[in-house]
């Protein structure tokens, strides 16, 4: 069996080149490769285009990479907790698509399975449908929707074995699966890694064909985007 395994994010990250595409895996700042993300700040690099449902936060997650300059475009679909973001959205220095948080999931998937476009009602008689195709089925209008391909897709699991399986805890489960299968490399940073064959076969989210790269991550901050606690009486 394949044994898959870098030494660590710089190793994992150290050919991502100028003006390519990532997608970046996590929701909100639940599930985010951390390792990765530092690593990337290492690197010369700028000009990427990034694939994200957020933009992370100003001191963490993607914002870090907003902040170096290191990103042209965003392609998201939640960034309201970005000043960063904001700032360099309104001063023209940061192209943006904002895209429905359904029809970002779905883009990537489609892009995960080989499937080039599809139909969705979503966005139908907003700005969303400006310079799209609009279609009719049972009298409902719907839009063409493309998929989403990546040059990497930089994911983190709860747990990984050595052949690249990969299984996800809770909420990282919302991005992290789709976004392994849209890139044409994927690597992966795991809380645990393990021995091929250590895990429960049904219990494994990510297949290890579709993960070129992985590693035991380390440090990892788990930040809270937003923290709600009830008031003293």
């Known amino acids: 069996m394949i044994n898959k395994t870098v030494k660590d994010a710089r190793e994992a990250v150290a050919d991502i080149p100028s003006g390519c595409m990532l997608m970046m895996g996590g929701f909100g700042l639940s599930g985010i490769p951390e390792n990765c993300i530092s690593a990337l700040l290492e690197r010369d690099i700028n000009d990427l285009t990034i694939v994200s449902n957020n933009?992370?936060?100003?001191?963490?997650?993607?914002?870090?990479?907003?902040?170096?300059r290191m990103v042209k475009k965003m392609?998201?679909?939640?960034?309201?907790?970005n000043g960063e973001f904001e700032r360099q959205l309104l001063q023209g220095e940061l192209a943006v698509d904002l895209i429905p948080?359904?029809?970002l999931a779905e883009r990537v998937r489609a892009g995960g399975a080989g499937i080039p476009a599809f139909f969705t009602p979503a966005g139908i008689g907003t700005e969303v449908a400006e310079g799209k195709e609009v279609?009719?089925?049972e009298g409902k209008k719907y839009l063409l929707e493309r998929w989403l391909r990546a040059d990497y897709s930089i994911v983190k699991a709860w747990k990984g074995d050595?052949?690249?399986n990969l299984i996800y805890k809770g909420t990282t489960r919302n991005f992290n699966p789709i976004m392994a299968t849209a890139g044409k490399i994927c690597i992966a940073e795991v809380e645990e890694l393990v021995e091929a064959g250590s895990l429960d076969p049904n219990q494994i989210h990510t297949p290890g064909i579709y993960v070129q790269r992985i590693f035991q991550g380390k440090n990892y901050e788990k930040r809270i985007e937003q923290r709600t606690v009830s008031k003293k009486p």
């Open 55 to 68: 933009a992370g936060v100003d001191d963490f997650g993607i914002g870090l990479l907003l902040k170096k």
């Open 75 to 81: 392609i998201s679909s939640y960034v309201g907790e």
């Open 135 to 137: 279609r009719e089925f």
């Open 101 to 103: 948080q359904g029809t």
């Open 162 to 164: 050595t052949a690249g």
